[in-house]
């Protein structure tokens, strides 16, 4: 296990364990559930400082009593500028939370709901056991996002990156997208084959792998394989 990942890692646990005896279900997301996903060693993770978490809840009232909540447990509203109004920080850690429903506090997506009665139970090294979002959630989220923050840019986006991450290092996430026939399924697999029928987006491809000789085979990979998906 890499470096960043055993950070990464050690961030879930650590909020988890603040977490314990919390009545509502909390899945995490983003980034940093890639350091949860069974992706070998060869692919590394991004780095990243955050952690973003989805909580099953329908209303900005409910919203508020949860992170009243927090507070009692140690956390503290992030005071950085510009921070987001669902970014709290405990132990120094900076957490997103945000609601399964569109409350309006920080960033909604149309897949949260869906996502998180899906969610997988992953094991961690103290024993713990933590929610997590499903690969083929994390993809269908991700693609959701960037088309909100991404501005077409295929190769700045730490959205593209991540999906991209996954796609090299899950076959059985390969498998799902191409051959599966639920809704989130079908819905990713179409904005997959969309993507790569543009040119701009083949070319940032190889770019988001590691440079060496092993990278640019990933990089290949995945592109023959986005070209064989169909509808």
Not at 61 to 67: G, H, K, L, S
Not at 100 to 122: C, E, F, K, L, M
Not at 161 to 181: K, M, S
């Amino acid at each position: 296990m890499t470096a960043r990942r055993d950070k990464a890692r050690a961030a879930i646990s650590t909020i988890a364990r603040a977490l314990e005896g919390e009545r509502l279900p909390v899945m995490f997301v983003g980034g940093i559930a890639t350091a949860l996903f069974p992706i070998p060693d060869g692919i590394d993770v991004r780095p990243t400082d955050d952690v973003d978490c989805v909580v099953d809840l329908a209303s900005t009232a409910d919203y508020y009593a949860f992170v009243s909540r927090l507070r009692a447990r140690g956390f503290h509203e992030c005071t950085d500028e510009g921070a987001p109004l669902c970014r709290l920080v405990y132990q120094g850690i900076r957490v997103d939370f945000v609601a399964s429903a569109d409350t309006g506090i920080g960033p909604s997506n149309r897949w949260y709901r869906s996502a998180i009665a899906a969610a997988n139970v992953h094991a961690l090294e103290d024993g713990l056991e933590v929610r997590a979002i499903a690969p083929i959630f994390f993809v269908a989220t991700k693609l959701e996002a960037f088309h909100g923050r991404g501005r077409g840019d295929y190769l700045a986006s730490h959205d593209i990156e991540d999906v991209l991450t996954v796609l090299a290092g899950l076959p059985t996430l390969r498998d799902e997208i191409a051959n599966g026939t639920s809704a989130v399924a079908s819905a990713v697999r179409d904005e997959l084959i969309a993507l790569h029928a543009k040119e701009t987006f083949r070319d940032a491809v190889p770019a988001h792998y590691e440079g060496d000789a092993a990278g640019q085979v990933r990089a290949d990979e995945v592109l023959a394989w986005l070209a064989s998906l169909r509808r």
